[in-house]
């Protein structure tokens, strides 16, 4: 779809509801080719694949250790691959494993403290700037847009599954 809205924080109040699902469909287009550009300067900036920042990401959000299997269906990759991503990251000092307590034969992965402090103080400044454009919602706007963002991933996780299953 090529439709070309005026890219400005202004709502238009006199949109048709075509025309805002054509515009939300274009803007979030928008959003993946951009936040992609971004991602990619990040890694470059903290020396990381685009990949292994995108899995550094992930153990961040997560509570605790996790599994490299957990890896794997976190970021789509095979388990082989997830198992090279982790040994990469291990040998960079960004994860550390630990031994599984309650399985011998498994081991759990987390986020190194040094590097969980020195991703977190590179994205001191994008994380402002992306909190700054959150503060001119109101708490309402807000719970939509994270209603939105949540209903909108598990969307993307459930056609991605299908697409890797052939379907």
Known sequence: MSTDFPRSSEAREDWSRAELLARIVTESQRHYADYSLFNQAMADHVGLHPTDM???ALLDMEPGPVSTGDIA???GLTSGSATRLVDR???AGIVERHADPHD???SLVSLAPEARQRIGAAWDTPGRAFG???ESY???ELAIIAD???RAAEVGRAQAQRLNSGG
């Open 54 to 56: 995108q899995c550094v």
């Open 73 to 75: 269906r976190l970021t």
């Open 89 to 91: 990251l291990v040998k």
């Open 104 to 106: 011998r034969r498994r």
């Open 132 to 134: 700054a454009v959150l």
């Open 138 to 140: 109101s708490d309402s």
């Open 148 to 150: 939105y963002l949540h």
